[in-house]
């Protein structure tokens, strides 16, 4: 079992539809991430959150739109996705990402495998 | 790009042998870290090494770094069937957000 849940595990969407994408932690951090994953490739970051603000989006194209509605919680809103955007979604978490003194390492949910017919 | 690069991209080895996988970086880091992902899962940390150590030990792993060279290693001693995951470096380079950047990963396949 992981620290850090996601919800749902499976997503299969057309591409006019809206779903999200959510996330839950409860360690206390106050740094959340997106990483989209291809097969046999290293995650790809895509947001970052810190104190619950948008801190860096890695020219993601604006059919992904995040949301931190709390310390705990982190979403990504989709809507009219494409085919290239099947992927592993994960979302990570990590005490802060600013101060080195407390670099700690990200906690990995086990992600939202997304398929876009 | 400071994106570590894993060598094997792939490793098959029996059960009880030890594992080597190598990672290779470009600019100064403040920290190396190795996660292992096991297939349809999200990433598990295994183990940080600051800029300022040469090695470090968790369990069976061993991770060493040598600045000077911008490289660092990961052995799993006495492999098992369960360690068949893949493998990434992550680094965050110096004076930069300390945001980790993964490496492309070394896939491990340990046959029982």
């Known amino acids: 079992d992981t620290e850090v849940t996601q919800t749902p595990k499976h997503l299969v969407m057309g591409m006019t539809n809206k779903k999200s994408l959510k996330c839950e932690q409860h360690?206390?951090?106050?740094?959340m991430y997106w990483y989209k994953q291809k097969a046999k490739k290293p995650p790809e970051l895509m947001f970052v959150y810190s104190y619950e603000k948008l801190s860096i989006n890695e020219s993601v194209p604006s059919r992904f739109s995040p949301e931190c509605p709390n310390s705990s919680l982190l979403n990504l809103h989709l809507h009219a996705l494409q085919p290239e955007d099947s992927a592993l979604y994960l979302c990570?978490?990590?005490?802060?990402?600013?101060?080195?003194?407390?670099?700690?390492?990200?906690?990995f949910g086990d992600g939202t495998r997304l398929s876009i017919l | 790009s400071q994106q570590g690069e894993e060598d094997p991209q792939a490793l098959s080895i029996q059960e009880g042998e030890n594992a080597t996988m190598n990672c290779s970086y470009k600019?100064?880091?403040?920290?190396l870290q190795w996660y292992r992902q096991n297939s349809g899962r999200g990433l598990v940390h295994l183990i940080l090494i600051r800029s300022n150590e040469r090695e470090k030990h968790s369990g069976r792993l061993r991770v060493t770094l040598d600045t000077s060279k911008k490289s660092s290693s990961l052995l799993i001693t006495a492999s098992r069937a369960a360690d068949t995951a893949s493998y990434f470096c992550?680094?965050?380079?110096?004076?930069?957000?300390?945001?980790?950047?993964f490496g492309r990963g070394t896939s491990l396949i340990v046959h029982p």
């Open positions: 990570a978490s990590s005490q802060d990402f600013r101060d080195i003194s407390s670099n700690q390492p990200q906690h």
């Open positions: 360690m206390g951090h106050r740094a």
């Open positions: 600019t100064s880091i403040n920290n």
């Open positions: 992550a680094t965050d380079a110096s004076g930069g957000s300390y945001i980790p950047t």
